[in-house]
Structure formats: C-alpha cells, structure tokens
C-alpha cells in the first residue's frame, strides 16, 4: 500500500498530535504513574467503558488492590463485587488470572517484554501495546477505535476496520506514523485526539491541526469513515426474575460459564422464547416444580419492561416480588441468603438496577 508517507510528514503529523496533547490532554490518575500494574488495571477498564465512569471504578479498584500481589491473593468474588456495574466482567476474571500468573511465572515483578506482556490472560496487541509503549517507551502502536477513526479519516482508507485485512493496515500505518521516539506520548496523544477531536458525531474539523493533511477533510467524506463491514444483529432475550421472600430471606444463583454475567449471582430465573405475561409464565414447567408445595403465594410484579442492552444481545427484563407460605423443594438447588445482606454478593447491572429501585421503596 503507498500512504504517501515520508519521514518528513511522519515527524510533522506525529509533531502535531503531541502539540495538541500537551494542549489539550486530560488529567486522569493513571496518566501520572509509570506502574506498569496501574497501567494495565486502567486500559482493562477502559477497554469497553467510558473514561467518565471508568475513573471512579479505578481508584476503588486499585485502592482495595494496589498491586499484582493483592489483586492475586483476592478471592474471586471480591474482585467482581469491586467491578460490579461495569460490565463485560470477564475482564475482571482475567485481570485475577493474570495477576496470579505474574506471581508464579515472573515472581511478582509485572514483566517488561512485550511478548511476555501479551501471554498473560486478557492481553491483547492493543493492551500489550499501551502497556509496554506508556511505561517503558517500547515503539509498539496502539490501535482502538479512536485510532481506527482517526487514522481512516486522515487517510481516507476504505478497508473495514472489523476485517483482519482492516486491523492490519491499520496497525501498519499506526506504526507509520509513529515517531519512535516518544512512542508512549504518541500513543496517547493519538488515542486522545480520536476521544476529544476526531469524535463519531460532528467532528470540528474547522479547528483541526491536522485538517491540511486529511485527506477525508479535503474531500469532505469526513462522516464516510471509518469503515465498517459486519454489523452483528443482536438477540433478544426474555428474563423473568424472581424476588422470593420467605422468613426474611431469598435465593440467588451463581451463573455458570458459557453465558453472560460468568460468576455473577442473581435471582431465580425463568428465560422464555418470547416475551409472556405472569398468566403465561405460571405455565412454564420451570415456574411450577419452583413453587410447588410453597402453600399460600402472594406475587406482584417489582419491576416491568425493563429494557437492558448488551453487545450483541438485548435482555427484557421483568422481576416479581413472591411472598410464600413454605420452602420448596425446588429452591434447594439455590442460594439461602438474607434479604439485608444481598448488597454483600457481586450482581449484574441489571440486577443492581431493581435492587437500588427495592432499596428506595422500602425507604419512603
């Protein structure tokens, strides 16, 4: 491919970002350490997370767990209670496997090679990149989606960015275009301008320091890119929560892997095909072999048309206060806990949602 790139634009496009970085750049805590550990639990969060919540989850996360050796002595539960509301909690599991392999394979000292980098559990090229570029200055680009926007813009490639074909020229011309001198900074100050300059929606590209190299500017295609091929239709799904009390207490399950929220707990669950109502739900078989020999039941519904989305899927929720007279044989198979201690257990966002709501009824 011919990018029409030499080492004099390179230097001058490179020179330009790093300007408007110094400029413009925000202060965020983990851009004042050179620990390659805060590093890491920072690009983890933000990997699928907006730099306006990720911040407070960071500073909770890395004061309850400083460094490698406290986030690998933490029992798992722990380490997804802290990253409750986040989301895409893989991440968290991964980050604790990492932890413990950093112990015993590296000895606790967080490893500087980019290859090793890459072998922990959780690491792609992106996240070895940041890491090894931001602390130790090592010439490996980074490439997210702001670097995809920014760099197809400027160029005006065409290739989609969700192809393999499409990650690796981008990767080639992330590395172009890098001056290998101050690679960390070029990095962020790249990933930076795609957050604050180069954005999705509306660009001002009057203002842009590098609208005289854009190519996408010049032919005013700026909206064009970048370019994308496969757009995953996602799944709906139908979740019918239950909120059982008897003597003060209800049930939680642990989800197994193999699906959303691995490791989370949650209520008692029926998910159908389609969406149904309390009349049609008490004709699943799940609903009867939950409730029978339960004698007198009170239901009402919690909370309706709870709309949650995911990458690819799309979850309607609803959840039912049930009140019942006995225990049931169908509920030994789930968790006993204490109504006022379900704030101890790790939940998934939506969860959390009709809990907060739960909280503020009982307070009024």
């Known amino acids: ?49 907006r730099v306006a919540q990720g911040q407070d989850y960071f500073l909770r996360f890395t004061e309850r767990f400083p460094d490698v050796a406290s986030l690998a002595a933490a029992e798992e539960d722990e380490i997804l209670k802290y990253w409750q509301g986040l989301g895409y909690y893989s991440r968290a599991r991964n980050l604790h496997a990492a932890a413990k392999d950093v112990m015993t394979r590296f000895g606790g000292i967080f490893p500087s090679g980019y290859k090793d980098i890459l072998s922990l559990k959780g690491i792609g090229e992106y996240t070895a990149a940041a890491i090894a570029s931001f602390v130790w200055n090592k010439p490996y680009p980074v490439v997210d989606g702001n670097v995809f926007r920014v760099l197809s813009r400027l160029f005006a490639l065409n290739t989609p960015i969700d ?36 954005v999705p929606q509306n660009p001002d590209c009057e203002i842009c320091p590098l609208k005289e190299y854009c190519m996408a500017y010049n032919a005013r295609t700026v909206r064009q890119y970048p370019v994308k091929q496969n757009k995953t239709k996602p799944r709906n799904r139908y979740f019918h929560y239950l909120y059982i009390i008897y ?117 009024e």
């Open 163 to 198: 192809t393999p074909k499409g990650k690796k020229q981008f990767t080639e011309l992330a590395g172009l275009v890098m001056n290998p001198q101050y690679a960390g900074q070029h990095n962020q100050a790249i990933m930076e301008f795609g957050a604050l300059q180069c």
């Open 247 to 363: 003597e003060g207490n209800t049930w939680l399950s642990r989800r197994g892997p193999g699906d959303i929220w691995e490791g989370l707990y949650e209520f008692p669950l029926i998910e159908t095909d389609s969406p149904v109502d309390f009349a049609g739900l008490q004709q699943n078989e799940a609903f009867r072999k939950l409730f029978e020999g339960a004698g007198r039941i009170n239901f009402s519904v919690g909370l309706a048309g709870v709309k949650h989305v995911l990458s690819h899927q799309i979850l309607y929720a609803t959840f039912y206060n049930v009140e019942i007279e006995h225990e049931t044989e169908g509920l030994k198979s789930f968790h006993s806990v204490q109504c006022g201690e379900l704030e101890k257990y790790a939940v998934p966002r939506l969860i959390h949602i009709y809990l907060e709501k739960l909280e503020g009824n009982l307070s």
């Open 1 to 49: 491919m011919n990018y029409i790139l030499n080492d004099e634009n390179i230097l001058v496009i490179s020179g330009l970002l790093l300007d408007w970085y110094g400029e413009n750049r925000r202060i965020l805590p983990w851009r004042e350490s050179s620990d390659p550990y805060i590093i890491w639990v920072s690009e983890i969060i933000l990997q699928q997370t």
